[in-house]
């Protein structure tokens, strides 16, 4: 007797496929920055340990969920506990990829960043110098903040006091022609916001 439930085998094939594409998309990104010519660089290791991490184990519990599927198969007496193992394991791993793909998006300024003549450079995106409102070295927080435009608002990057891309930006600020200014950051946004 088979086991006869194949969503979950679906589900652990899907999860393995789009692991596989959010790794890719990254490793593309990564190429791509790994390419572009730099004056300074500053890379967060950590970030990338973490993101790699949690692809990591998401994919082996999709592999896992399709092992388990082919064993129910073969041992039709346990279905109830195969069905468990199987409802864990793909929970789990969807939860870990969407947790790797929020973290993506909301830190990838805290991956790796590039000076270049004219931008600043992430993973993926680019702020270009003319955009950028202001830099500010908050002197209560001693962190660094980017403010910059987009097309439909103003937003900001927070680099804190003992982050290495604070002081690669701070290191190369006069080479680039950037102003770092003195300021209390969450009043500067606040009025910058006022203005949008």
Known sequence: MQFEN???LVISIL???????????????????????FIAKAVNKIFFITFSVICFISFVLSITGIALFESANKNSNSTESYQGHLLGVNISSIILLL???VF????????????????????GEKI??????????????????????TARSFKRIKYTAKCNFKKAILDNAD????????ADADQYFKELTKKN
Do not use: R, W
């Open 175 to 182: 080479k680039l022609n950037l102003t770092v200014q003195p």
């Open 99 to 101: 947790i790797g793909i």
């Open 6 to 8: 194949k969503t979950s």
């Open 104 to 123: 993506l998006i909301f830190f990838v300024h805290h991956f790796a960043i590039k000076l270049t003549e004219n931008a600043f450079l992430f993973l």
């Open 15 to 37: 999860m393995m496929c789009f692991t596989l594409t959010i790794v890719g998309i990254f490793s593309y990104y990564l190429y791509k920055f790994s390419k572009e010519k």
């Open 128 to 149: 270009d110098y003319k955009d950028v409102t202001s830099i500010i070295l908050d002197p209560k927080t001693n962190n660094l903040y980017i403010n910059f435009k």
